[in-house]
């Protein structure tokens, strides 16, 4: 339970610092990414340092474990490419509207790759869940999803599908451990594919990215330790309380405009994730 609040505040949290990096701040993203990977590999060195805390819990590591760390490492450059450029673009309420649906996703893949997890409700909750988010869409008698909405459905699909594969891993990496490696090898692949000039940020900028850095710590290594003691299922449960927070404060104090119709599917979905982690796998 605890895991999943504090990963529920670094979710909140890391969302409402990037989008302010990215559009207000304009940071472009090709300097931002390979940054903030950066700093988020120092972090968790720097913590794991000070702990003691391991990168491997079983030594009894088989060909498997490589399989599925390039497999995360290969999803989590791509949702990541997606995932900051739909931010950048996207309100926070259309943001978080499209987030909210990951744990559905991560579920119905349970479902289907986890044999114990497995559960008609699923998929009746799944169906409903997507035509709640289509009728959000619905403008003038067509649906409109635009390039970056698109972008941010693949990224939340992805994310899904990593989500499984570290739960795999965690059987041989500690949370932090798995966290680190995968950092450091975000980080590489993002400095080849964007070769960032750092010099175009700023001290303040830093500041922002430390920032933003010290959420997502929160939110996947506190995540990664609900995967490990209580299960992906309850975890995601339990981090419904974020994109709740981000929905409140994207009113309350950001002043975005909402209307009726995003009101029913953003409930809509959040009603169907729930039952889904409730009742689904009873």
Request: net charge positive.
């Amino acid at each position: 339970m605890i895991s999943g609040i504090i990963a529920s505040f670094g979710f909140a949290g890391a969302v409402l610092v990037d989008k302010y990096i990215l559009s207000k701040r304009k940071i472009p993203q090709s300097v931002y990414i390979p940054t903030l990977f950066m700093m988020l590999c120092l972090l968790t060195g720097i913590i794991m340092t000070i702990s003691g805390i391991p990168i491997f819990s079983s030594l009894n590591l088989s060909p498997i474990y490589l399989v599925a760390f390039i497999g995360m490492i290969t999803l989590a450059v791509a949702w990541n490419i997606y995932y900051y450029q739909a931010i950048a673009k996207e309100t926070v309420q259309e943001f978080d509207l499209i987030m909210a649906l990951k744990p559905l996703f991560t579920v119905l893949l349970a479902w289907i790759f986890f044999q114990t997890e497995r559960s008609v409700v699923v998929f009746g909750l799944s169906l409903l869940a997507t035509i709640a988010v289509a009728y959000a869409h619905f403008r003038h008698n067509r649906f409109y999803f635009d390039t970056y909405v698109q972008h941010l459905i693949l990224a939340v699909i992805l994310m899904a599908l990593e989500a499984l594969i570290i739960r795999v891993l965690l059987e041989a990496f500690t949370p932090f451990g798995i966290y680190f490696l995968r950092t450091i090898f975000i980080f590489a692949t993002m400095h080849f594919i964007y070769k960032p000039n750092y010099n175009k940020l700023s001290k303040i900028d830093y500041n922002y990215i430390f920032m933003a850095a010290v959420f997502g710590i929160m939110l996947m290594v506190a995540s990664y330790y609900g995967y490990q003691s209580q299960g992906v299922v309850v975890t995601t449960l339990v981090m419904l309380l974020g994109p709740l927070m981000v929905e409140l404060y994207s009113v309350i104090v950001l002043k975005e405009k909402t209307n009726l119709k995003k009101v029913i599917s953003f409930s809509t979905v959040m009603a169907c994730v729930t039952l889904a982690e409730i009742i689904g796998f009873k």
